[in-house]
């Protein structure tokens, strides 16, 4: 089951500090003050956070970034209705991604320019040096990203070859698998489906937002290119995702999306996951969001991490 591996996990006052950015001497206030939260102690007298108390104070992080009280926030945990809540986060507007870093855009610039003459070695100790100085999270989104769409755009305008543009794609692609592998140990909560609508077969911003989402620790079931509706169902009723997301890059994929409904229901009264869904047909057409049921998780890959951030953690602490 998605998460068996995790259940163990505990964490020191430094990795919760580091996960949920919150100061550790602001940790250790909260919990004189809030009895918020109690962690054990190791034999030594070090704290250990359990996997639970993480969330938690993920969770209400994300309450005082929205202009909440600490002691409200961590009174909210049980007294917030969870329907409301995950209907708010759904459609609340989301805060600016901010502009990238002007060193990562000197990177970016010169990434490309080694993709676009083939030099794979150029390229490597380019993203090696920048893996050292950066956070993945924003080598994803303001790097590999846009390189991505800038090489997509040269070669449907004819300024890159075929040949050109499968390098350096499948170049970024390894890059990802590889930032895959080193991630982080996942939270032991039901986890994201990732998949491509029906007939589309470009996965570049879906494997970028699988790597994002597990730098944030949560599980992800990745299921690529071209998912068959009909394959919904008995998928679904055995992994019980919480939340099920498509990408549609052109116009024919994304209504194939709205017959979705169709084939997606729990059995036995349970709790279907929440459908959500993005990519550039949405951006290129924002009509197309009324014709296909869900929710439109936002027109860039930092609004879309975000939303299922907030999603998950909602799920998470108010409860599935």
């Given at each position: 089951?998605?998460?068996?591996?995790?259940?163990?996990?505990?964490?020191?006052?430094?990795?919760?500090?580091?996960?949920?950015?919150?100061?550790?001497?602001?940790?250790?206030?909260?919990?004189?003050?809030?009895?918020?939260?109690?962690?054990?102690?190791?034999?030594?007298?070090?704290?250990?956070?359990?996997?639970?108390?993480?969330?938690?104070?993920?969770?209400?992080?994300?309450?005082?970034?929205?202009?909440?009280?600490?002691?409200?926030?961590?009174?909210?945990?049980?007294?917030?209705?969870?329907?409301?809540?995950?209907?708010?986060?759904?459609?609340?507007?989301?805060?600016?991604?901010?502009?990238?870093?002007?060193?990562?855009?000197?990177?970016?610039?010169?990434?490309?320019?080694?993709?676009?003459?083939?030099?794979?070695?150029?390229?490597?100790?380019?993203?090696?040096?920048?893996?050292?100085?950066?956070?993945?999270?924003?080598?994803?989104?303001?790097?590999?990203?846009?390189?991505?769409?800038?090489?997509?755009?040269?070669?449907?305008?004819?300024?890159?070859?075929?040949?050109?543009?499968?390098?350096?794609?499948?170049?970024l692609r390894h890059l990802l698998l590889d930032?895959?592998?080193?991630?982080?140990?996942?939270?032991?909560?039901?986890?994201?489906?990732?998949?491509?609508?029906?007939?589309?077969?470009?996965?570049?911003?879906?494997?970028?937002?699988?790597?994002?989402?597990?730098?944030?620790?949560?599980?992800?079931?990745?299921?690529?290119?071209?998912?068959?509706?009909?394959?919904?169902?008995?998928?679904?009723?055995?992994?019980?995702?919480?939340?099920?997301?498509?990408?549609?890059?052109?116009?024919?994929?994304?209504?194939?999306?709205?017959?979705?409904?169709?084939?997606?229901?729990?059995?036995?009264?349970?709790?279907?996951?929440?459908?959500?869904?993005?990519?550039?047909?949405?951006?290129?057409?924002?009509?197309?969001?009324?014709?296909?049921?869900?929710?439109?998780?936002?027109?860039?890959?930092?609004?879309?991490?975000?939303?299922?951030?907030?999603?998950?953690?909602?799920?998470?602490?108010?409860?599935?």
């Open positions: 089951m998605p998460g068996a591996a995790s259940r163990a996990m505990s964490f020191s006052i430094g990795d919760v500090a580091q996960i949920t950015r919150i100061p550790e001497d602001t940790l250790r206030v909260w919990e004189r003050r809030y009895h918020f939260p109690q962690p054990m102690r190791s034999s030594g007298g070090q704290r250990q956070y359990a996997e639970r108390q993480v969330l938690d104070l993920m969770w209400v992080k994300m309450q005082l970034d929205q202009g909440m009280r600490a002691g409200q926030a961590i009174h909210a945990r049980h007294t917030v209705a969870r329907d409301g809540a995950i209907e708010r986060v759904l459609h609340e507007p989301l805060p600016p991604c901010p502009n990238a870093d002007p060193l990562l855009i000197e990177i970016r610039s010169a990434l490309l320019e080694a993709l676009l003459i083939c030099d794979s070695s150029k390229a490597a100790t380019i993203l090696t040096g920048a893996a050292e100085r950066h956070p993945v999270d924003l080598l994803v989104l303001d790097v590999v990203g846009p390189t991505l769409a800038a090489i997509g755009e040269a070669w449907s305008v004819g300024e890159v070859s075929v040949a050109v543009e499968h390098f350096a794609s499948n170049f930032w895959l592998r080193a991630s982080p140990a996942h939270f032991s909560v039901d986890p994201v489906v990732l998949a491509c609508a029906p007939e589309e077969l470009h996965e570049g911003g879906l494997l970028m937002l699988w790597v994002l989402l597990r730098q944030l620790r949560w599980p992800v079931v990745y299921l690529g290119q071209s998912l068959p509706l009909k394959d919904l169902p008995a998928f679904v009723d055995n992994v019980r995702p919480a939340l099920v997301v498509f990408v549609a890059m052109n116009e024919m994929s994304a209504l194939a999306l709205a017959e979705w409904p169709r084939w997606l229901s729990q059995p036995g009264g349970a709790r279907p996951p929440i459908v959500g869904y993005g990519g550039r047909a949405f951006v290129a057409n924002p009509r197309l969001a009324d014709r296909v049921p869900g929710v439109l998780l936002g027109s860039t890959l930092c609004e879309g991490k975000e939303r299922i951030h907030r999603l998950m953690l909602n799920l998470a602490v108010l409860g599935q």
